[in-house]
Nanobody, 126 residues
């Protein structure tokens, strides 16, 4: 098992930047592919970004590509999401999630992630 705790959310203005962190504990962090998801009020949770266990490959929601960057530091057991040029439409509760490398993984599909954090709120005002 792995436990995930997100941090770094906050209230910002459009155009600002934030960096979210997800601290992992428990089983070896490098045995998980990781993802960031978000859920806005009244909407379904959606995929934002994903990264393989080795950080060799990343995946992004089209609307955040070029503005958001997912990264990880396996030595620090931490996942990151750098968010630049934030827009009001980015307002949501952001979750990190872990998918074991022992199972097939489709980064966009939340069903493939076995472990989730509690989320960190990002609010972007216009």
């Amino acid at each position: 098992q792995v436990q995930l705790v997100e941090s770094g959310g906050g209230m910002v203005q459009a155009g600002d930047s934030l960096r979210l962190s997800c601290a992992a504990s428990g089983r070896t962090f490098s045995t998980y592919n990781m993802g960031w998801f978000r859920q806005a009020p009244g909407k379904e949770r959606e995929f934002v970004a994903g990264i393989t266990w080795s950080a060799s490959t990343t995946y992004y929601l089209n609307s955040v590509r070029g503005r958001f960057t997912i990264s990880r530091d396996n030595a620090k057991n931490t996942l990151y999401l750098r968010m630049n040029s934030l827009e009001p439409e980015d307002t949501a509760l952001y979750y990190c999630a872990a998918a074991s490398i022992e199972r097939p993984w489709a980064p966009f599909n939340e069903l493939g992630y076995a472990y989730w954090g509690q989320g960190t709120q990002v609010t972007v005002s216009s």
